[in-house]
Each structure stands twice: as C-alpha cells, then as structure tokens.
C-alpha cells in the first residue's frame, strides 16, 4: 500500500441517551528516508539483530516462541506465513497483550515488529494479525479502562508499522486498535510541541488542574491509562499521519476510522453544558484568555480537521491510482460503516473509558452522502444544537469553527 499522510482531530453519539465520549496531514514529499517512522526502525536495526538460518528463524517474544517463515504464494512471490503460536494469540486477549508489550523501559519494542511488519502475508495471515492487534490492544469488556500493558501495546503496534506497507487484511485491525483509542490517537503534538517522556500517561496524569484542564483531552474516565501516540525516543517512534493515511487505503479501515470519529463527535456533544462550554471548566484570575468555549473550540476544530484529512487521503489515493475504482471503494466504505451517530438529548455527566467511545450504540442508518464529511457533521451538531437548546450565537460559531478546519484538514500538505 502507497504512503499519504494524516492523524490530527475526533467524534461520537446515540439518541437516546446511550453511551459514549470526543488534522491535516498528508502528501508528504520528502524522501522515505527522511520519514521519522523510518528513521527509527533504521535506528533499531543495528540493536535488535536476529540470526537467520536459511529462510526460517525464530524470535522471542515475551516468552513465547515464534517461528517465523517466508515462502511461496500461489503466485510464486514471497510472502510471511504466520504460524500457529500467532494465530493463537488472537483468541487469547491476555497472551497477545502480553506478545504486544514493549516494557516499561520499552526494551523489547522490537516484539510488534517481528510479529507485524510483514510486506505480504500468505493467505488469511493478515487477517489473523488484525485480530492479533485487537485483541492485544483492546479493554477486557465494556466500561473496562485500558491497562498499562494494552495501552503500552497500542503504542507498539503504531511505532512498528508507522511508514511500513501495511496488507490489507491488517488494516482493519490496526484501523480497529486506532477507534479503541481515539482520543488519544487523535492529540495533535504539530502546534505545541511534544514534550511527551513516556509512551503511557498513568491515570494521575488524566486528572483536571485547578482550572479543570488536562492536555489529554476532555471528559476522561478516572483509572484510566492512556496512550501517548506522540511519544518519540531513540529507539521508537510513530508517524500518525502516515499510519492513518496508508490505512485509508482500505475501505474497511478507512469506515472504521471514519465510524469513529464521528461516534466520539456525539460522545463529546453530549457532554458540553448548554451553552456549548465545558462543565469542568473553573476560571483563574492569572488566566483572562480561556474560558469555557476554548478547549471545547480546540477539540471539535481538531476533530473536524481529522474528518477532512480523511477525505483527503481518499482524494490523493484516487488521483495516484491506488484506489482504482472510487465508486467500488465508496461502496464497499457505506457498507462496512456501522450507521450514523446521534448524541443525547440531555447533557451526561459520565465519563466513560476511552474504549467505550467507538462502541456506542448507533442511532440509525447513515442518511445522505456518507463522503460528504462536513454534511455528515454538520447535520449531528445542528440536531444537537436545536435539541439542546443552544443559543444561536454560540452554535453558529461552532458551525463555522468545523466548517473552517475540516476545509483545512481537506486541503493542507
């Protein structure tokens, strides 16, 4: 799969009340070598070295012994095949996480790699890997906070195959692992830098200042560890924009990720107060600049931008050929999405775990054109806004802030 560019905003919704919480990117120029994710793996080549004996070795993998081959498809082409100690892991959550995990020191960063980053695989191979990443990745069960080692996973499995070729039949369970984390694969590090020491945030991390801020996002869950996604060291690294963009290429992902943002777009709504503020928010004397409206203003821009950067990446995969046929991909697009997304009547005050987000309940079928991304953003925060009751003023500026960086996300490079 050819190499675009995206990760920045987020969405999600449910009628009557159900559950659920809430870029740019793309053709990038430079030279693969230049590309962080690629610079890493370079980097890791000289640490992590495997001794290969004809064309069959064996790696380590948090105690469990993998054998990995490379032979022939019916074609003649070589390709991975995944043997039968992988396909295991991907009905047993507690060994796939454990396969998955780099360690609190991230000294074995390189597992995701040996048992992922693989150009072909034969046969259903992919397929089983993307059951491999979810399982690994995902929280045990409904209402469940993700755990250090799942989150730790997560990070894993995006620094392994940032800037890689992903198969097709990965993509989806990659695109799976990103829903389960939206939040926090959607946190833009491109405007403040990243200052980020550790590729987990504990729980204590999540927890609102004074003023009822925390740069992890909105509305969190206590308990809860997150990923930080825009961690970077010497030995590891992701490229968000990179890893979204080559994962839509494949319809069923891009649905999934698409799904997604909009779920946590309802999710995010439900929650604002009914001037369309942020219920945490506590105003500082020292701080005359921010108010109620601002983080919300941030998070739904970003959100918004994420959508149009996805409907970028389409655009640019149509115009260079790797997606051939837009009206199949379209198709196939409208009928791996879930449905639409609707947030609640009435403000919740829950905050629900972040994997909870992309789960809710959909509210009907999807109306209209699904690609119309704006439209179908939109047409969630006008319901939103006349249900609620929200003042004119406030929801036109809401309106026009999406419209703003979802053209953004459309169009930068």
Request: charged share 30%; aromatic share 6%.
């Amino acid at each position: 799969m050819r190499i675009g560019g995206i990760g920045e905003s987020g969405d999600g919704g449910n009628s009557d009340g159900g559950t659920g919480d809430g870029g740019n990117g793309g053709g990038d120029t430079e030279s693969s070598a230049e590309r962080p994710g690629l610079r890493g793996r370079l980097r890791r080549a000289g640490k992590y070295q495997l001794l290969v004996v004809g064309t069959a070795f064996v790696v380590l993998v948090a105690g469990v012994a993998v054998a990995v081959a490379v032979t022939g498809d019916e074609d003649g082409e070589k390709c991975h095949e995944v043997p039968a100690s992988v396909r295991a892991l991907a009905d047993d959550p507690a060994a796939a996480t454990k396969a998955l995990d780099p360690g609190d020191e991230l000294d074995r960063i390189s597992s995701a790699s040996h048992l992922l980053a693989h150009g072909a695989v034969c046969g259903d191979g992919a397929r089983v890997l993307g059951r491999v990443v979810d399982a690994g990745t995902r929280a045990t069960g409904p209402g469940k906070p993700h755990t250090a080692a799942q989150a730790r996973s997560a990070y894993a499995v995006a620094a392994a195959l940032s800037g890689e070729e992903i198969p097709a039949g990965l993509a989806p369970g990659v695109a799976r692992m990103l829903a389960e984390y939206v939040v926090d694969a959607g946190r833009d590090d491109g405007f403040g830098g990243n200052d980020a020491t550790s590729p987990v945030a504990l729980p204590n991390e999540a927890l609102p200042d004074k003023n009822g801020y925390t740069e992890l996002g909105r509305f969190l869950a206590p308990d809860e560890v997150h990923t930080r996604f825009e961690y970077d060291d010497y030995d590891a690294n992701t490229d968000m924009k990179t890893l979204v963009a080559e994962l839509a290429e494949d319809p069923e992902a891009f649905a999934v990720l698409y799904d997604a943002e909009r779920a946590n777009l309802a999710a995010y709504l439900e929650r604002l107060t009914d001037e369309g503020g942020d219920p945490d928010f506590r105003p500082s004397p020292a701080d005359r600049r921010s108010g109620p409206t601002t983080w919300p203003d941030n998070d739904l821009q970003d959100l918004a931008g994420r959508v149009g950067t996805l409907m970028k990446h389409r655009a640019n995969h149509t115009r260079d050929g790797t997606i051939s046929d837009l009206d199949a991909f379209d198709r196939s697009v409208r009928e791996h999405t879930r449905g639409t997304f609707r947030p609640a009547e009435k403000q919740l005050k829950t905050r629900l775990p972040v994997g909870d987000i992309a789960d809710r309940p959909v509210a009907g079928p999807v109306r209209g054109d699904l690609m119309d991304g704006r439209e179908q953003l939109f047409t969630v925060l006008d319901r939103w806004a006349e249900q609620r009751h929200i003042p004119d003023r406030r929801a036109s500026a809401m309106r026009q802030l999406m419209d703003d960086f979802y053209v953004r996300g459309l169009w930068l490079r």
